[in-house]
DNA sequence: CCTATCACG
DNA sequence: GACGTACGTGATAGGA
């Protein structure tokens, strides 16, 4: 017997993961990321690989990815591939771990820029059978059927194990191999957007290859064909059918990247495949291997939001040993090269960027940091200049070329991106035409973590989990008047400063990563706060419109009267003091003026807060009524009027606030530089201020609110089925309290209901409402005890959620969020309880924060998908949305808008409660509502 | 840097 | 019967 014929097997590794995801249930591993479909293919994987030695089995293997870059066919058809959604959210921290099993089964991963997999695997194909081999590709994909040839080429469906030869083809196609490629450009292919001729499906494009033989004989006999509507298709999308048969025509005489003898296959040694499968923590593959002893258990499970609900352990503290020595400035073509190569091959890398101001949406790019493992970092500088005018700027790259490079990196859809505070870096890239993506975010991973029980800053989490000191900024960059912008400072501390920041990074990362399977956090994780930081990435970057000249008149208005008022003041308090000061003006009120009545506070200062103040007003004293309108107008001036407009960037004109992820314990976002989510709204002095926020001309503002949305959570997962009930028949929720409460209903109990109501979100205290009404204590008392009895749901989600937090130290949302309240345990009674009521609120607070934010993620895409990709979300105020909209489209926009955040829940929740959402529009913030 | 005040949901 | 006078934020001004 001669020696076994050579065979190779072709693995179409990217559209195996695609198949692999959907077939398989949403499994995390160890480290919580989601691996089902790396666990599918792994399994696929290692099923052929030990097919060697057997009949028919390989003796040759490599697995052929998709490159990231575009290909020729999008040269020939700008829509080639245009309609294809991107990967779902789980799927794509996915794709580099297929490298790494690949890698793990010692098998030969290829992949080429330019070329599609199918274009790989026909180079290979055509390659094999002139060697003489025989060839299976394992794939089902339709356009690599044109490659089968009985007895040298076949293909393997593992999904269904089922072989595809010439006669498989003949079922599908109704015509050969080699006339599959002209039935394909008739029918065209939806997935990929191949247009082929409309009206022709499979049936069609078969009958006509079958009796004609091929497409140009097809498209030549069109005087033959008898049905009109077919005959004028042909001949009206003869070219499009042309340029169809050019995209399905597979590229089969590249270079190979890896000479054929390369891909020999040597059986499955266990090291590296060992190791792979106890960090992915699959378990039962494991067993298959043979497990050594002392390896770590822990298998692949199904993501499970509310099962873990085990105590957080303490944070215990990792010893690490932080080596700056080692990192690099990167100043050379081949350096840079080299550590984008080193990313690639780990698929994954940590990256920080470096400015010359804190404003992302001013600053200049100074430095990127990458990290790739632990004390295996660089920088890669590029817009440093001398230190002082005399001194040269230092060697460093063109920035074009970096950026140019990094694109390709940042990019590159099979490495995950590490970054912490993302959202910052992300501003500033996008700026310079880099669109981050997959990535990861430290800070939001440790927000989802730890929330209420650590700070989430980069310098504070290496103190906390390492016991590490990073390089403070100040040390680098000085303090107050000599502080110098980071583009200044000399190379060698910048790289280490920048470099030590990429590699705690990453270090974070594989921390924290785990934990958060662990620790029952990769839904809200993946589903919510990680997406968010792009969504909100984006509405920074569009900022809103603000009529300077308006502010600016409104500001000299303001002026006028705090004047005439100050001096008004003064008469009424009998002579001048500064009023800004609440210790000036508690000594002029009851010590000056002999007012009874003052209340000292902790410090020992007279309070002259609003409330005491309206008392006084209330007794008459002018001066406590003139001091409050002088308040009020200082306010809107100082914090609003003014400050606005010199936050109105230079270039963009329009004003760009920060949303701090991490900001609210509770899972909402803060506003910051501007924050645009305390705009004055409740006083009409103050409303004008809303007036300043303009749209684009041609354009209206749109704002979609949230209509009681707390009060709605709270009704539902309260379980209370009276305001269940008012709530789906739209009635007025206070009245319906007032009525169940004091059985009447007017003026004063509607407004003692809805106080109650309110004070059940917040974590009700009988003293407090009682002080809150102005009723005796007894009489809020008596209140309370009639809610409870009325609505007994509501004192057991108390009870229940009291219990739990006493149990765990953490609550949780609908969603899964954690809020953890280490208070809960305090000694101090008044910190205990402070930590009770927090608790209480976190939950309904800390839902409706998940449902805007759910509702954030998918706004882009619904409306783009509704044809109205140039209507912009801008703002968020926890429970509205604001919008710009082009004049014209705010209905169909409104009816979007509102489904989307109607919807917000769903699928992962049905509420019993709908969820009403208010919208309302006109040239500006204040008329939209 | 801390406190008091007040803007919002 | 005491507790301290509701939950979550950020910006500003005064004062130490």
Redesign the pocket.
């Known amino acids: 017997m001669s020696e076994a014929q050579n065979h190779l097997y072709l693995v179409d590794g990217s559209s195996y993961i695609f198949r692999a995801y959907h077939r398989l249930p949403p499994l995390t591993n160890r480290h919580g990321v989601p691996a089902g479909a790396v666990y599918g293919y792994t399994a696929m994987l290692w099923k052929l690989a030990d097919g060697l030695n057997k009949a028919d089995g390989p003796t040759h293997m490599a697995v052929i990815l998709d490159a990231s870059e575009e290909t020729h066919r999008n040269k020939m058809y700008d829509q080639y591939k245009a309609n294809r959604p991107p990967p779902p959210e789980d799927l794509v921290p996915q794709f580099p771990l297929i490298r790494t099993a690949t890698r793990a089964f010692s098998i030969p991963c290829i992949e080429e820029n330019g070329l599609e997999a199918d274009d790989i695997i026909a180079c290979y194909t055509y390659a094999a059978v002139r060697a003489g081999w025989k060839v299976t590709i394992v794939s089902s994909d339709k356009d690599l059927m044109q490659l089968v040839d009985d007895g040298n080429v076949d293909m393997l469906d593992t999904m269904n194990d089922r072989r595809i030869g010439v006669t498989e083809v003949h079922e599908k196609f109704g015509v050969g191999p080699e006339k599959v490629g002209d039935v394909l450009a008739l029918m065209g292919d939806s997935v990929d957007n191949v247009p082929g001729v409309p009206g022709v499906g499979p049936k069609t494009a078969t009958q006509l290859i079958q009796q004609y033989g091929d497409l140009e004989t097809v498209l030549a006999s069109t005087d033959e064909i008898t049905k009109p509507k077919l005959k004028q298709n042909l001949i009206e999308h003869a070219e499009m059918a042309r340029l169809s048969r050019r995209l399905v025509e597979l590229v089969c005489d590249s270079p190979l990247p890896e000479p054929l003898e390369e891909l020999t296959l040597k059986g499955i040694p266990p090291e590296p495949l060992r190791e792979f499968l106890e960090d992915m923590g699959f378990k039962s593959l494991l067993n298959r291997v043979g497990k050594e002893p002392g390896a770590s258990s822990g298998g692949a499970r199904p993501i499970d939001v509310m099962a873990s609900q085990s105590a957080p352990k303490p944070l215990e503290k990792e010893k690490i040993t932080v080596d700056r020595t080692q990192y690099e400035c990167v100043i050379s073509d081949e350096a840079l090269d080299r550590w984008i190569a080193e990313a690639r091959h780990k698929g994954y890398v940590a990256i920080d960027t470096e400015t010359d101001a804190l404003d992302n949406m001013a600053a200049r790019l100074v430095g990127v940091s990458l990290a790739t493992e632990p004390n295996k970092a660089c920088y890669v500088p590029i817009g440093h200049v001398g230190g002082d005018l005399l001194s040269d700027a230092p060697r460093q790259l063109p920035t074009d070329l970096v950026l140019g490079k990094l694109k390709g990196l940042l990019e590159d859809p099979a490495v995950l991106k590490i970054a912490h505070n993302l959202k910052y870096d992300w501003v500033m890239l996008q700026r310079s035409g880099i669109d981050v993506a997959p990535y990861d975010d430290t800070l939001v991973m440790s927000f989802d973590l730890d929330a209420g029980r650590s700070n989430h800053g980069l310098d504070e989490l290496a103190q906390a989990h390492f016991d590490h000191e990073c390089i403070a900024f100040k040390s680098v960059c000085g303090v107050g008047a000599k502080q110098i912008s980071f583009d200044k400072v000399p190379l060698g501390a910048a790289t280490e400063y920048a470099a030590e920041d990429a590699d705690i990074c990453l270090r974070l990362w594989l921390r924290l990563k785990p934990r958060l399977a662990e620790e029952g956090s990769t839904r809200v994780y993946q589903m919510v706060d990680r997406p968010l930081v792009a969504t909100v990435g984006k509405m920074e970057r569009r900022g809103i419109k603000v009529d300077r000249e308006y502010l600016a008149k409104l500001s000299g208005t303001f002026a006028t009267e705090i004047a005439a008022l100050e001096q008004r003041v003064y008469e009424a308090a009998g002579g001048p003091f500064?009023i800004?000061?609440?210790?000036?003006l508690?000594a002029v009120l009851y010590d000056r003026m002999g007012l009874s009545g003052g209340r000292k506070?902790?410090?020992g200062?007279y309070?002259?807060?609003?409330n005491e103040?309206e008392r006084l007003a209330g007794e008459g004293v002018q001066a406590a009524r003139l001091v409050?309108d002088w308040?009020?107008l200082?306010?809107?001036k100082?914090?609003y009027t003014d400050?606005l407009q010199s936050q109105i960037n230079r270039d963009t004109q329009r004003v760009h606030t920060s949303y701090?992820l991490s900001?609210?314990?509770?899972g909402?976002l803060?506003?910051?530089?501007?924050?645009l989510?305390?705009?004055?709204?409740?006083?009409e002095i103050?409303r004008q201020i809303r007036d300043a926020f303009v749209a684009e001309p041609g354009h209206q503002l749109m704002s979609a609110?949230y209509s009681q949305i707390e009060l709605r959570l709270a009704a539902h997962m309260a379980d209370v089925p009276q305001l269940k009930e008012a709530f789906s028949k739209g009635a007025d929720i206070h009245a319906m309290t007032a009525e169940e409460l004091f059985g009447v209903v007017d003026r004063d109990t509607r407004g003692k209901a809805k106080?109650?109501n309110?004070?059940i979100l917040?974590?009700?205290?009988s003293?407090?409402?009682?002080?809150?009404l102005g009723v005796p204590?007894e009489e809020g008392k008596a209140i309370i005890d009639r809610y409870f009895t009325r609505f007994p749901g509501i004192r057991a989600y108390i009870d229940e959620t009291l219990a739990f937090v006493r149990e765990h130290g953490f609550t949780r949302t609908l969603f899964g969020r954690k809020t953890h309240f280490p208070n809960i345990r305090a000694p101090n009674?008044?910190f205990r309880?402070?930590a009770e009521?927090?608790a209480i609120?976190?939950p309904i607070?800390g839902t409706s924060a998940d449902l805007i934010k759910r509702a954030m993620n998918r706004m882009d895409d619904a409306l783009a998908d509704a044809g109205l990709s140039d209507v912009k979300m801008l703002l968020q105020?926890?429970?509205?949305l604001v919008f710009e909209v082009p004049q014209g489209k705010e209905e169909a926009a409104a009816a979007v808008v509102r489904e989307v955040m109607a919807k917000a829940a769903e699928p992962a929740l049905k509420l019993d409660v709908p969820l009403d959402v208010e919208v309302g529009w006109g040239s500006n913030w204040g008329e939209a509502h």
């Open positions: 500064t800004g000061s609440p210790q000036q508690g506070g902790k410090s200062q309070s002259t807060d609003v103040l409050l308040r009020q200082t306010k809107l100082s914090t400050a701090s900001g609210a314990q509770t909402r803060a506003s910051t530089e501007p924050n989510q305390n705009i004055p709204i409740r006083t103050g609110d106080t109650v309110f004070a917040y974590g009700i205290s003293w407090g409402l009682a002080g809150r204590k009674p008044n309880a402070g009521r927090a609120n976190a607070q105020v926890h429970d509205e």
